[in-house]
């Protein structure tokens, strides 16, 4: 039977999910409701007694004290319009999962007992609106019509005794699981449009390569031993574009580029990765000898670096753009739960101890008509604020860092970096953690969720533009706790050495993740039809390729396999033997008894050709005259610049993570004397015996890259070292991410600019290789996304290029941390570093609606030694307070020095070292680099000086004992005396919703 | 000292500040403090019975799907411990009438009040009469809180403290009675042990921020009336030493974090009433 159990909050009781609604109805609608109740419903599909019915509804489906139930019966009496919204068929329910697990437990059930439990949720509406307004408040607020399903009633329409029919979003699959066989031998025509019919994004060179593979007689011959032929399957074709997918294997960045630059110079790149990525990496760990901290680069799933003796440090940043374009919430929580794979997923696997997120949207008030299948950013900013909210806080990992970028040429493809760090003993039973092993005979578990066609085609989908066809499987929500009963599982199973190595079930699925380990042991041979199923009937390559959540692949030695099983078992955790690695060198999959792939391992993994591109570079020419008018009121200018959404306050983002979880949250980030400044970085203490920490920190500056993003890299970069300087980091242990976002960088009729785009990509990578080299810092891991656009009809949008730098090292004690608010009444405030006049791509300009070319210069060797000395007077003890100064400049770092701290400075630009600059504005607010704003106190004024003679620094004034931030400028006139609580209201007020 | 302190912190299922929460008790001085996952007290493999202090962490249990720890409360009410009849709640009754202590924090209070264990107004067990639900914001929040210590409440985790600064991070925490009757009940018998209140600690407020989440008479902790059961939704085990507090750069603070306290008593009181 089919039953209706709805559950609400009793009259007298505060609804403040319904009222969270009626706000946004209102605010971001503008349409007027006075009231919104919530509704829980939950559709019980199995056999109860009615007695069974009121315990299940008393017990763990309503709060007796602040709720009330219907069996079978509705609860809204008294509407104007009600929406309820469900899942459609296969979205991930994690509602309904666990109350069907609970009532399972209550009525003392079997686990394998057919029952079912669907949720939706009514929205009860009061107010006058008419039907098209309430069809706007489901479709462009409470539901997804990808994912969700809704219905509306207005009341005259309303059966009080009966109300909504069940909806029983069942999935209905009558396919009976079978195995297609394709012939290639067939013209490019015919294989141009195999490939796009069934999504495989690959192109023709690759198509051919696969027909060449199946032509040669010793494959068929081995093929035919296996009950195969010439032709391929659709498991091995999904497979290799799955494997051969940008995502997967980074064809841009290993292309053969042709490059000639703005003096028509031509170079050839042999890999955009190895030459300027991976050689620096190698170069700075040579220059470093016995002090390199690197252990595991580019080779796992995330990097790892030495932390103390016994432990080391994992981090990974990856994104997750795509989805969350279609699906904000569940794009951005499988986002974060997913990168969580990557550290935990790396050598014999990590504890999870951070997450930091980088979001980049359009402006939240974007005003203008939406292009089709664009969901506004305003929703797409709070969708994805409350994916990584659920990702992040309901996996126990604290958010200790990150930032939001915004512009609006992010309105076809937010960017959602999501990265976690995780630490891991140096060395597990005698064998080094870091490293991955696996010996053929290994058998291979899959273990955590069940597969469902959640996520087919994530890889090749993430590696292509945003089109009208995208498809909807692309989307899934996941499980944080799922996933954390599996974390908790796996991490017993690993201290007690039950298993050799793991790897996550992420792009690619098991055909990725069996495919990757397969080569440490040189093959493997496995029974898609052993693997457990969300609902039956699945074809076999979309098991192999469906990238449904919280699953890990574990290589289990065959004498561990019976602990390791029980203690999956007991731990309520499902693992599942699906065959075993071998040193074949095929990848050998049979469903059942039939073979459905057999691939040479090297064909899979090197058979792909090299991608031939050609990029030319021609700096655009930007005129900087006439400069934006010298501002009538220099307070009321910087209140605007505070303001930006690109600066303003993050607060109300920031407390909805939760970023002390784990009890070693050292530097939050919110800091100050109300709990509310902007920390630079984040310094966590992830052993709680010990005072060594962690420092981490991020870069990103996609402005300067519509000047060159060459500097935009290079800025980046230092953005994300000074950021970690400030807070007590050190060029010594420090290790890097880099983490491409691009538009389409492959010239064709549809991208005639790819060119220019793809020179853009190797700039980058040139300052990358150049900045990274000088300051010592080794990338260890890192991303791309190269396909950030959006077209469709004759619209297009494409992201500007946008490189996210991420940083992680080593704070030898973390009592000498410092933060960025100003201290006490009497300590000197001085400035580090030369201001420039570099306003190009800076704040000020966007304001003006100005790009400008003086786009700010790193200049890395003054740079390292002013941050060597500043960590030296870190250490020392002698900073009361250190600030980065980024977006909006001196101006704005002064600003958030007095905010943060409480109290007033006065400040003199006369004495702020400089070079070229006679106006206050551009001195106020030029980019420059690798710049602070620091307060010492008088006591240490002279170590301090002495600790950065030589370097570029100005003792600019003080700080004060009243509320005013006061400034004279270059004439030697107070320019500016502004109530530091009046600037911060200003600074507070755009995201505040 | 021959005896030995044993403390016990439960995790599994989503449960996520054991660590901290284990760290806080080897501090006070408990000898024994073991993170034990639910499952090997359901095998059977650990029994509630060998321990004196009962730990329920923060975090979220299977999720707070249904609302905050309500499906484990299933788990708590009815999993049978495997090979023998007993349930859970079997155990758990019996460590509580031992006189032994449990503190539930955050997530392990929603657990306690959702369980009966709390306030388990004359002693009566396993009735619900109070609730946390979703914070008047309607916000999941990390933030500081002052709270003020209840001077005549019989809480064993509280004595000689006059106020405590801790955060509070979590989206249902609003405290609600049942009914006025249940409210009086509590307030008469002292068992509000904690209130958000001003920064001097000495008057509770209903004002957001401070009051966070807009408990009914600004409730942050409860106990039950032996002192020996005790709920709060701030963290004390977020607040052990000086470096968590958020403006430990600009303040001079004890080395000590102010969390540690709630744990040294429980410690003492187990030392000198349970173990001598």
Known sequence: MVVRIEVGFKSHVIDAQGEKIARRIRDHLGLPVDSV??????????????????????????????????????????????????????????????????????????????????????????????????????????????????????????????????????????????????????????????????????????????????????????????????????????CIAQTWSEHCKHKIFNAQIRYEDDQKKVMTIDSLFETFIKKATQKVREAKGKDDICLSVFSDNAGVIKFTED????????????????????????????????????????????????????????????????????????????????????????????????????????????????????????????????????????????????????????????????????????????????????????????YRTLTDNGAGGLSSSVGETARLSGGCEMDLKR??????????????????????????????????????????????????????????????????????????????????????????????????????????????????????????????????????????????????????????????????????????????GDIDTYHMAACAIDEAVRNAIAVGGSLDHLAGLDNFCWCDPVASEKNPDGEYKLAQLVRANMALYDITTAYGIPCISGKDSMKNDYAIGNIKISIPPTLLFSVIGRIDDVRKAVTMDAKRPGDLVYVLGVTKREMGGSEWYAMHGLIGHSVPHVEPEEAKRLYQALSLAIRRGLIASAHDCSDGGLGCALAEVAMAGGWGLEIDLRQVPQKGIDRDDELLFSESQSRFVVTVSPHHQKDFEDTIAGLPWGLVGEVVNRTCLTVIGLSGEIIMDEDIYALKAAWKAPLNF | MAKKVKSIVITGYGTNCEVEMAHACRLAGSEVVDIVHVSEILCGKVRLDDYHFLNLPGGFLDGDYLGSAKAATIRFLHARISGSKERLFDQLSRFIAEGKLILGVCNG???????????????????????????????????????????????????????????????????????????????????????????????????????????????AGICDENGRIFGLMPHPEAYLHRTNHPRWTRENLPEEGMGLAIFRNAISFIREELLS
Request: with cysteine; hydrophobic share 35%.
């Open chain 1, 311 to 498: 432990y080391n440090l994992v981090f990974k940043v990856e994104t997750h753009n795509s989805p969350s374009a279609l699906d904000p919430y569940g794009g951005a929580l499988t986002g974060i739960v997913g990168v969580n794979r990557d550290p935990f997923g790396t050598g014999k696997g990590a504890k999870l101890i951070f997450n930091t997120d980088v979001f980049c949207f359009a402006r939240p008030d974007y005003d203008q008509p939406l292009p089709p299948r664009i969901l506004h950013p305003r929703r797409i900013l709070e969708g994805v604020r409350e994916g990584v909210e659920h990702g992040g806080n309901k996996s126990g990992i604290p958010t200790v860092n990150g930032c939001i970028v915004f512009d609006d040429r992010y309105l076809g493809k937010p960017l959602v970096y999501c990265g976690t760090g995780g630490i891991m003993p140096s060395t597990i039973k005698g064998e080094a953690s870091h490293k991955k092993e696996i010996r053929p005979g290994d058998l291979i578990v899959m273990t955590g969720g069940r597969i469902g066609k959640d996520g087919i085609h994530g890889a090749t989908f993430s590696s292509q533009e945003l089109h009208e066809g995208s498809p909807v499987t692309a989307v899934q929500i996941g499980d944080p706790i799922t996933q954390k009963k599996m974390i908790d599982f796996l991490l017993v199973a690993r201290d007690r050495g039950l």
């Open chain 1, 37 to 238: 109740r919530t509704v829980e419903v939950y559709t019980l599909e199995g056999d109860f007694t009615n007695e069974e019915l009121e315990e299940i509804a008393r017990g763990p489906l309503s709060d007796p004290i602040i709720q009330e139930y219907r069996i079978g019966q509705p609860l809204a009496c008294q509407f104007d319009w009600l929406i309820e919204v469900g899942y459609r068929p296969g979205v991930t329910d994690n509602v309904g999962k666990t109350a069907k697990e609970a009532i399972l437990l209550l009525l003392a059930r079997d686990k394998d007992e057919q029952l079912n439990v669907y949720t939706s949720r009514q929205y009860v509406i009061t107010g006058t609106l008419t039907k098209k307004e309430a069809e706007s408040i489901a479709s462009n607020l409470l539901a997804n019509d990808l994912i969700e399903h809704y219905r509306i009633v207005s009341f005259k329409d309303w059966d009080c005794k009966q109300g909504l029919s069940p909806y029983v979003p069942r999935v209905m699959e009558h396919n009976e699981p079978h195995t297609e066989k394709i012939d290639l031998n067939v013209e490019d025509e015919e294989l141009i449009s195999i490939s796009e019919s069934r999504i495989l994004a690959l192109n023709i060179e690759e198509m051919r390569a696969i027909r060449t593979y199946l032509k040669d007689k010793h494959v068929i011959e081995a093929r035919k031993k296996v009950g195969l032929d010439h032709r391929i399957t659709d498991v091995e074709l999904e």
């Open chain 1, 531 to 704: 693997a457990p199923l969300k609902y039956q009937g699945l074809n076999p390559w979309e098991i192999l390729v469906s990238e449904s959540q919280e699953r890990m692949t574990v290589a289990v030695p065959p004498e561990k396999i019976s602990d390791f099983l029980e203690l999956a078992r007991k731990m309520d955790v499902e693992a599942t033997v699906l065959g075993q690695y071998t040193d074949t060198g095929m990848f050998h999959v049979r469903y059942g008894d039939e073979t459905v792939a057999f691939l040479h391992l090297d064909f899979l993994h090197e058979g792909l050709p090299q991608m031939k591109l050609s990029a030319r570079w021609s700096p655009p020419r930007r005129d900087e005259t006439p400069p934006p008018p010298y501002p009538a009121h220099m307070g009321n200018a910087l209140k605007a610049m505070l303001g930006r959404l690109n600066i303003c306050s993050k607060e109300w983002v920031v407390r909805q993570y939760d970023h002390e979880v784990q009890g070693g949250s050292v530097v939050k980030p919110l800091t100050g004397a109300e709990n509310d400044g902007p920390s630079d970085a984040a310094v966590i203490r992830p052993l709680l015996d010990s005072f060594v920490g962690v420092v981490v920190a991020n870069g990103i500056c996609p402005r300067y």
């Open chain 2, 109 to 219: 209070f929603q657990l306690q009040v959702k369980l009966g264990l709390l306030p388990a107004l004359g002693g009566e067990l396993g009735n619900q009469t109070v609730t946390l639900t979703f914070n008047d914001s309607g916000r999941f929040e990390d933030r500081w809180v002052y709270l003020k210590v209840n001077e005549h409440s019989p809480c064993i985790f509280t004595r000689g403290l006059k106020g405590l600064y801790l955060p509070v991070r979590h989206g249902e925490g609003k405290f609600l009675p049942r009914d006025e009757k249940i409210l009086e009940e509590i307030k008469n018998k002292n068992l509000i042990a904690l209130q958000y209140s001003e920064q001097s600690f000495q008057n509770p407020t209903m004002t957001y921020p401070a009051n966070p989440n807009g408990s009914v008479s600004a409730i």
